[in-house]
């Protein structure tokens, strides 16, 4: 299943992966996953909002266990992040049937749509608008950067907009959701090679604008110029050092310039800040600085600055009763929050989710360089299938 999936959407260049939501590559891992369904015996759906989803026994018995993750990356992002959750479902799903194991309850795959917002700017577009925290309105909205819509592209896609929106009904299929994920992190490297997810911190994206003046690089005296550039750059350093003084992450990772000319002065820079925290209100304190910091600097270069939140997510508690099992069910594995944001804490808010994670030895993510240790994935694969033994063949 590795070896088919992995040649999808690389770049020759990067040697990372480029599959947006609703282009070709995404098709193609769609194609992938249907397959994998069908191999099995699957009953394959399509939701109202383009998640795909592979059952085994009764979608309407309700009660289901369901497991999954994403197969769309960020721009030149790694093999791990996403697919190592759908590919360990499917084989988690094989080692059951080779246990010979009976299921009490409906077992469910899902591959959740564009999890990384990285064509429509908004990440986790599939669960929110499944659970209702992404409305048909705010969806509608969304434009990548060619200024392609949202629905758009899903229609030239195969799939019809006019039915995207808050599924009440399949949600309310839902006993337990369990997301495995490789860690984009390095809590794991020196303890064992899976963990259980405890939390996910608060996190958004916002979008700064910086409004100047275009004028020539070369004639414009540095009294007369309205550079938004310098605002924009003050910004970033100001981002870094108020999120280190909070504990806290604010990071600058896209940033879009017009008229983009190298002889140019620019008349406007977008920047997009992700930024994070281990609580609400430490996030708004340091979002707040560095606007605070964006507007004063602004102030000194003739610059206005407007802010913008695009996204935003609020702590998320993993449920503990099913967090718990999941621990005791694997041996007292270690348990850790994490930074990132996933489709398991959109959910929440819905039904009882819990995550797995499976070490990656560098720590990097949202990279090529993203790695898992064979043997680790492996592991992973034994421990969903454990802890779906326990959720779904047992009670």
């Known amino acids: 299943m590795w070896a088919e999936l992995l040649p999808v959407g690389r770049s020759a260049a990067s040697g990372g992966y480029r599959r947006f939501a609703w282009t070709t590559a995404d098709a193609e891992c769609r194609a992938w996953f249907r397959e994998q369904a069908e191999r099995r015996g699957l009953a394959y759906e399509v939701d109202r909002n383009g998640n795909q989803w592979a059952w085994l026994g009764d979608p309407q018995a309700g009660d289901a266990v369901v497991t999954g993750s994403h197969l769309d990356s960020v721009p030149d992002g790694g093999a791990f992040d996403g697919p190592l959750g759908v590919v360990s479902a499917f084989a988690a799903l094989d080692e059951l049937r080779s246990r010979g194991v009976e299921f009490t309850r409906p077992l469910a795959i899902v591959n959740f749509g564009d999890e990384e917002g990285a064509r429509f700017g908004v990440a986790c577009v599939g669960s929110r608008l499944a659970a209702g925290v992404l409305t048909r309105d705010q969806a509608y909205a969304l434009r990548d950067a060619d200024g392609a819509r949202l629905p758009d592209a899903m229609e030239r896609a195969g799939h019809d907009p006019a039915a995207i929106g808050t599924d009440h009904e399949r949600l309310g299929r839902i006993g337990a959701f369990v997301e495995l994920h490789v860690e984009q992190g390095r809590f794991l490297t020196e303890r064992q090679p899976v963990g259980v997810a405890s939390a996910i911190w608060p996190h958004g994206r916002w979008r700064f604008d910086f409004h100047g003046e275009a004028n020539h690089a070369g004639t414009t005296r540095v009294e007369d110029r309205r550079d938004p550039m310098l605002t924009y750059a003050t910004t970033v350093l100001a981002a870094r050092k108020k999120a280190r003084l909070a504990g806290a992450l604010a990071t600058f ?108 030895p560098t720590g990097i993510s949202h990279s090529p360089a993203e790695h898992a240790e064979a043997a680790d994935c492996l592991a992973g694969v034994t421990a969903l299938a454990d802890v779906l033994e326990d959720l779904a063949c047992q009670g």
């Open 253 to 360: 990772g896209k940033v879009a310039v017009e008229p983009n000319g190298t002889n140019a002065i620019a008349s406007l820079v977008r920047g997009w800040l992700d930024s994070r925290a281990a609580d609400e209100a430490t996030l708004e304190r340091v979002v707040e600085e560095i606007r605070q910091a964006a507007a004063d600097r602004g102030g000194r270069d003739g610059v206005r600055v407007e802010l913008t939140r695009e996204s935003y997510t609020p702590v998320v508690d993993f449920d503990g009763p099913l967090r718990d099992r999941l621990a005791r069910t694997l041996g007292g594995v270690p348990v850790l929050p994490t930074g990132a944001g996933h489709d398991a804490g959109i959910l929440a808010s819905a039904v009882p989710t819990a995550m797995l994670f499976v070490r990656n």
